[in-house]
């Protein structure tokens, strides 16, 4: 882990200052809209139009960069973030925000893809794993610490919004500078929705719903807590506890992942979202039990991710993984579009608790398909398993793809080790 940090350290650093601009940006233009006037369903559009940039991007930068190269499409896309953050509060109107966001979705998915694409070519097969999953923490990290920065200033001024943009101007400058020659760029053509669900059926469907809970925690958690009337701390404090309870969960559920039946994994992990969800809507009015809500979904939505691309895994050769991996990201980024519209509407209908509503239906309804699948396809043995994948949803098509290059190897090196175990 040491040797990774020391040969990578300033691009994780970098992608950590991005991770700050990102993190806060969503939070902060939730609180500003209100402060503007903004309705929940103009909100609702606004954080929509983030994801479905961000599903445009991962689409279209890999040609972007084929075509010009990696540095252009990065220092390109850097820059426009980095000038739309500045003009959120210039022109605070909602059509605005709204093609501010489809701009920095699109701009972040490129970024991620490149930068992603400069780690996977400085790792080697030895330490792929360790890499991505410094990757991970540092993602995590600096979304987390992002909600701290919205208490430095007053949400209806400029400061916070010239904070995300000098950061992720300055990510630039340990990336650019520290990087080696730019690598080849390639990615896997992604495999056919049609073919994806014939594999696993409950993968495709689970990665969908996942979507939507996936955006409405990410885009409309600020907006929820905004109308529910707590302060800018406690809503810094409330959207944090997602990550943090994803952060404590993602290994303990990755290694009972590789020591049971995902199917029963994943109704369970489910279940326990919805259950949090449930305790969210009924006893949000206690602040302490709103962070005990937040730490209980985010620590069980966010991996399930991780769980169900594992478990289309289990029915896919390693040369087939890598196109399954960018069809699920194209149904994931599509329920994400669909989360914050979905969440916003309920919010308007039924008040805050509306949120909870959206996040607590789509993880009961996939616990619930998961156990109706059991019905309809044998177990597998945990002996007949592959290794877990890890990996974040907001991870960019080429970290998926190396995730799941490294869980292959693991998979194939274990098979090898048990042929030699049972000649021996």
Request: with cysteine; charged share 10%.
């Amino acid at each position: 882990m040491l040797q990774v940090l020391g040969s990578a350290w300033a691009l994780l650093l970098g992608l950590m200052l991005l991770m700050l601009g990102n993190g806060i940006q969503g939070t902060l233009l939730g609180i500003r809209g209100q402060i503007e006037g903004f309705s929940t369903l103009e909100m609702s559009i606004v954080m929509s139009a983030y994801f479905l940039g961000f599903l445009g991007g991962s689409r279209l930068a890999p040609e972007m960069i084929r075509r010009v190269g990696h540095v252009r499409v990065f220092a390109a896309l850097g820059s426009f973030i980095s000038a739309v953050l500045i003009l959120y509060p210039a022109f605070a109107n909602p059509w605005a925000w709204t093609l501010g966001r489809v701009v920095i979705g699109f701009c972040f998915s490129g970024v991620y893809v490149t930068a992603e694409s400069w780690l996977n070519n400085a790792a080697t097969n030895e330490n792929r794993g360790k890499a991505l999953s410094l990757y991970m923490i540092v993602q995590m990290i600096g979304i987390i610490a992002a909600q701290g920065l919205l208490v430095l200033g007053d949400p209806s001024g400029f400061i916070l919004f010239i904070i995300p943009s000098v950061l992720v101007s300055i990510s630039f400058a340990p990336i650019l500078l520290s990087v080696s020659p730019t690598p080849a760029f390639d990615t896997t053509k992604p495999m056919s929705l049609r073919a994806l669900y014939g594999v696993s059926p409950l993968s495709c469907v689970g990665v969908f719903l996942l979507g939507g809970a996936f955006s409405a925690q990410f885009g409309m958690a600020a907006v929820y807590g905004a109308a529910a009337g707590l302060s800018v701390a406690q809503i810094s404090l409330f959207i944090a506890m997602f990550y943090v309870g994803a952060t404590v969960a993602q290994y303990p559920l990755g290694w009972l992942s590789d020591r049971m039946d995902r199917r029963v994994l994943i109704m369970i992990v489910s279940a326990v979202g919805g259950f949090g969800a449930v305790l969210g809507a009924v006893l949000g009015g206690y602040y302490v039990m709103l962070l005990v809500a937040a730490v209980i979904v985010g620590g069980m939505s966010n991996p399930l991710y991780s769980l169900l691309i594992s478990y289309a895994n289990d029915f896919l050769d390693s040369e087939n993984m890598a196109a399954a991996s960018g069809g699920m990201i194209f149904m994931n980024g599509l329920g994400a579009i669909s989360g914050p519209l979905i969440a916003g509407w309920l919010i308007e209908a039924f008040g805050p608790p509306g949120f909870w509503i959206f996040v607590g239906v789509l993880l009961i309804a996939l616990a619930a398909y998961a156990a109706w699948r059991m019905t309809r396809r044998p177990s597998r043995s945990v002996e007949e398993q592959g290794a877990h994948t890890t990996v974040l949803m907001q991870a960019s098509p080429v970290a998926v793809e190396a995730a799941q290059e490294w869980a292959a190897e693991q998979t194939e090196e274990a098979a090898q080790d048990d042929n030699q175990q049972k000649s021996a």
